[in-house]
Structures are given as structure tokens and as C-alpha cells.
């Protein structure tokens, strides 16, 4: 029966060594013996380690200590020099009367099962590397739209949205979003892609290309839905600011031909006033003449301050004076029309930081408007335009005001917008050019009208211009100036 045991003994296919409580090894199996060589008077650490002392954390001394067995993971070194990976389980070794007199320690050869591991460690290490860097928003959603994976990329403009419902973390709604391409996924199986307008923590809305990818289980179930939404703002940016383009050409020709022919016939009138000596005749084909060549200006102006995006020029600027020296150049072409025009003006308002050259142009359209109101109502005889000017410790506060035909509601929430004219005449260039100076300087312009009584434009510009527009960064809204 001994023999039959020892048999046994050396059959198994691990390390199996037999050790006292000073750690000696008093039997070792044969596969011990082939790997670590011959195993009397040597010590368990010497031969699986070559180390001078034991080991800080041993499994056979937690057995003498507690006799219950013990398993840890080791490395140990072959005497041919291989690194091998054990899986150790120990036993104790006891007489009839329950002393513990060894410990058998079995280690058995995992070191394919833990280079298995390292390679999954790596490969889902790779896995977690290019889930965060690729170059768009991607999560992963359970059947519920819950998010159970995010990349850096979303976490960093949505925040950590694990747990979150998708259509909470991206557009902050209550409900799910129809129709849904991760839920469409969902119910048939096939990847699927959608144009959706997204808005990130901080509130920036982003146009992003989605693709919804399933992924499944062995069986080939879908368990989940990997969502990738590529921000292609710039590239919706580009088609508006084209679109507009395209627009601007066709409706400064309009305008130009329209301008064009008022010129002949101003011209007509002074070329037959001279041949008449009619110097009235003269005088009003003169007027005509000159008003076609303001308006010329006024709408080539326009078009470069929208054609190029410019960099304000910083200087500090005397609020007053810029309004006096506006108000010095409507003035002739509201006596033209018969307006009253008025400034009342804080002398104390002081200076703010802004391009001047901008912020004149923004109040000339914003003038220019309110007389043209006043120019086409035909309701009042008796018409104002008011050049209002309040300054306070941070900011400063223009108003202008006009009694002139107005606008309705419709028209007000559009007024901004490019190209709109509610007078039906022009290029509609100049609200929306006077709208995207104010907010290149950081401030705002507001307007409050009523068909057939006034408007008020009320436009606030701080003394010192943000840092992030000081320096040249983000300084036009997007949301304003494309076209829906």
C-alpha cells in the first residue's frame, strides 16, 4: 500500500513537497525533483526562490499556525532558470491525536492561465486607451438607455453620465428622444445613424453625427448598443456660413441694382436741371445722388464686417464721444426726413475698452434703423429718435429710440437674424452686423417694440472686454449667426 501511495505521489502533475515547521522539505514528488533538483536538507524557499530567508507571507506557516489549509498564488524559479506561475494549496500533515507534524504544499502550474490574463489585461488596457482618445463622444447603453460605459472625450463635456439615461446627459430631456437610432439598434439589430443637435454641460450646443453600433453575446443576442457621436459643428458652421454667402450675393445684387437706379435717376434729374438751368430740379436730383451713395456705403461697410471676422482693435474709447460724433452724422439725414433727433448723454460715463471703428458702426445701424422707421410710418406726423447714454461701474448702456412704424412680435424675435428687414428694403445686414458687435465686445443688445408705436434698442457693453474675447477666442455665438 506504501508503495502504491508513493506511486501516486510522484504521478501528480504539480509540485508536491512535504515540509517540517523550520520549512525544510522532508519529501518532494518526482516532477519537484526534475525541475528544482534533489530536494534533501534544503529549505522550501531555497528551491523555489533562491532566497536566504522565508518568505513574508507563507500559506504553510498559516497552516502550522491554524492547521486549516491555505492557498496563495507564487512565482517560483525552476533550477534551469524559468519563471513559473503556481497556483500553492496547502494541507496539514497530523498524528492520531491531531498534532501537526507537516505540512504538504501543493503548487500546481498556472503559468498559461496567468499569461492568458496579462494579455487580456492588455488587450483591455489597449481597449480602455483607444475608447478614451478616439475623437468623439462614445458610450455604451443597456436596453433601458441607461449608460453603463463613457469615454474621456464625453465625461469631459458631459460629465459623468454613468447611470444616466442618454437623452438626460445629452440634451437634458425627461423623455427618450424619437426617433432613437440606439433604440431602433435595439429592435432590429442593424448599426443606424442620425444628424441630433446636442447641448454639453456648460451649455454649448453642438451639432453630432451619430452611429449606433450593437454588440452581443455569444449567442448573438443584442446586450447593448455602442453610440459614437462625431461633433461636426464646424462642419455645419461651414455649409451656414456658405449658405449665407450665397444668400448675401443675391441680395446685395438686389439691393446694388436697386441703389443703381436710383443713382440714374438722381443723375437724370441734374443732367435735365443743368440743361433747364432748373436749379431745383438740380438741388433734388443732388439729394437723390447723395442719399444713393450714404446707403452705397453704409451696405458695402456691412458687408466687409461680415465678410471678414475681425479682431476688435482694443483702445479705450470715450462713450460720449463716440455718440456725439454718430449723432453729428445722422443729424443732416434726420432733418432730411423731418425727425427729431436727441441725445441725452452722461457726462460722466467715461471710457470703455472697444474698438471704436465697431462700436461707431454698431450705433450708425442702430440710427439708421430707427429713422428708416420713422421714414415709412404713415400714421404720425411728428417723429423721434432718441440716442439715450447711462454708465455704471462695470458696464455702459445705449438706448435708442424711435416712434417710427415698429414691429410685431414675429418680427422682433427675428430682427437679428441675418438678412430679415421688416421694412422690406435694404440688405437686412445692419442688425444683425450692430448684434455681432456688441457681442464680440462681450455685451448685448436687447429690443423692445410695438407695431405702429416705436422701438427701443437697448445695447450694454462691460468696460473691459472678457479675457477670452480679449484674446481673439470664440468671438462670435454661433447659435445667432447661422440660419436654421
Known sequence: MEALHRLYFDAMPCYLTVQ???FRIIDANRRFREDFGAFEGRFCYQAYKRRSERCEVCPVARTFR????????????????????????????MTDAGEITAVMEMSTDITHHTDLEGLLRRSQQRYRLL???????????????????????FQEDFGNGLGRKCFEAYKHRREACTPCPVQETFDDGEPHTREE???????????VLVTAAPIRDAEGRVTGVMEMSANITQVRALESRLTQL??????????????????????????????????????????????????????VSDILYYA????????????????????????????????????????????????????????????????DACRLDQKKSDHAVGVRL???????????????????????????????????????????????????????????????????????????PPSDLRDGVDRHLPAKDAQP
Not at 482618445?133 to 472625450?153: G, K, M, S, W
Not at 452724422?329 to 448723454?345: F, H, I, K, Q, S
Request: net charge negative; hydrophobic share 40%; glycine share 10%.
Open 308 to 371: 471678414k471676422d475681425r479682431v476688435p482693435n482694443w483702445e479705450q474709447v470715450s462713450a460720449v464721444d463716440v455718440v456725439r460724433d454718430v449723432g453729428s452724422l445722422a443729424a443732416p439725414r434726420a432733418a432730411e426726413l423731418g425727425v427729431r433727433l436727441t441725445l441725452d448723454l452722461d457726462s460722466a460715463a467715461g471710457e470703455i475698452e472697444a474698438d471704436a471703428a465697431a462700436v461707431h458702426s454698431m450705433l450708425v445701424n442702430l440710427i439708421e434703423n430707427s429713422l
Open 197 to 207: 443637435i446636442v447641448t454639453s454641460l456648460s451649455g454649448k450646443r453642438m451639432n
Open 66 to 93: 491554524d492547521g486549516q489549509p491555505h492557498e496563495s498564488e507564487e512565482q517560483v524559479r525552476t533550477r534551469a532558470g524559468v519563471d513559473v506561475s503556481v497556483l500553492v494549496r496547502t494541507m496539514p500533515i
Open 390 to 464: 447711462r454708465g455704471d461701474t462695470d458696464r455702459v448702456r445705449y438706448e435708442i429710440s424711435d416712434n417710427g412704424i415698429g414691429m410685431d412680435r414675429e418680427s422682433c424675435e427675428k430682427a437679428f437674424t441675418l438678412f430679415f428687414s421688416s421694412k422690406g428694403t435694404g440688405t437686412g445686414l445692419g442688425l444683425f452686423i450692430a448684434d455681432r458687435i456688441a457681442r464680440a465686445h462681450g455685451g448685448t443688445i436687447t429690443l423692445e417694440s410695438q407695431l405702429d408705436v416705436g422701438t427701443r434698442f437697448v445695447v450694454e457693453l462691460p468696460r473691459s
Open 20 to 22: 517540517d515547521r523550520d
Open 246 to 299: 450665397g444668400m448675401l450675393i443675391g441680395t446685395v445684387s438686389h439691393g446694388l441694382k436697386g441703389l443703381l437706379n436710383g443713382l440714374g435717376g438722381g443723375m437724370y434729374l441734374v443732367d435735365t436741371g443743368f440743361a433747364k438751368s432748373d436749379e431745383q430740379r438740380v438741388r433734388k436730383g443732388w439729394e437723390t445722388v447723395r442719399r444713393n451713395v450714404a446707403r452705397i456705403q453704409s451696405m
Open 131 to 153: 475608447f478614451d482618445t478616439v475623437p468623439c463622444y462614445v458610450t455604451v447603453q443597456d436596453p433601458e438607455l441607461n449608460i453603463v460605459e463613457a469615454n474621456r472625450a
